[in-house]
Nanobody, 121 residues
Framework: QVQLVESGGGSVQAGGSLRLSCAASGSIASVGVMRWYRQAPGKQRELVAT???????SYTDSVKGRFTISRDNAKNTVSLQMDSLKPEDTAVYYC???????????????WGQGTQVTVSS
């Protein structure tokens, strides 16, 4: 009923930039908080950035000042601009959104399929 589709991953050298995008589609009544997570090989998935419907943002300490999360409420999209990338940013990045499906009144969490980001030194 609801899909999150990510795009924009790839490979870049340290110091470079990438922009990730995620679009929510399907039987959507409303989209709430949207987040980006990442998971590096052998590590647990970690929360990277959060944005509310009112565009209040928060970031994990390791990306503050380098990453910027934004959203377009009209298009149900969320983006992550990643600048000054470091090798330790290498991971699969996942978008996550709280969505109310049309015809229902409860929130449910949805995940994208993940997109690989590789930063070489």
């Amino acid at each position: 009923q609801v899909q999150l589709v990510e795009s924009g991953g790839g490979s870049v050298q340290a110091g470079g930039s990438l922009r990730l995008s995620c679009a929510a589609s399907g039987s959507i009544a409303s989209v709430g908080v949207m987040r980006w997570y990442r998971q590096a090989p052998g590590k647990q998935r970690e929360l990277v950035a959060t944005i509310t419907t009112g565009s209040t943002t928060s970031y994990t300490d390791s990306v503050k000042g380098r990453f910027t999360i934004s959203r377009d409420n009209a298009k149900n999209t969320v983006s992550l601009q990643m600048d000054s990338l470091k090798p330790e940013d290498t991971a699969v990045y996942y978008c996550n959104a709280a969505v109310t499906v049309s015809g229902t009144s409860y929130w449910r969490n949805y995940w994208g399929q993940g997109t690989q980001v590789t930063v070489s030194s």
